[in-house]
């Protein structure tokens, strides 16, 4: 099972992108918080799907 990937808002307005416990990414724009968390998700779906292959 993968770890949950999630956006938080910092005290600083800033963001920071999890995933599970790690902190992968801090100080973006809520955009650029969310596409980070896109391409995340993204990439891990498409390496499911080539080992699957």
């Known amino acids: 099972m993968s770890e949950m990937i999630r956006v938080t808002p910092t005290q600083d ?5 999890y995933r ?10 809520r955009l650029q918080a969310e596409r980070y968390e896109a ?3 993204r990439q891990h ?6 080992a699957g292959a």
């Open 13 to 17: 307005g800033t963001y920071t992108v």
């Open 20 to 29: 599970g416990p790690l902190a992968l990414i801090s100080g973006l724009t």
């Open 39 to 41: 391409s995340i998700a």
């Open 45 to 50: 779906r498409t390496g499911l799907l080539s």
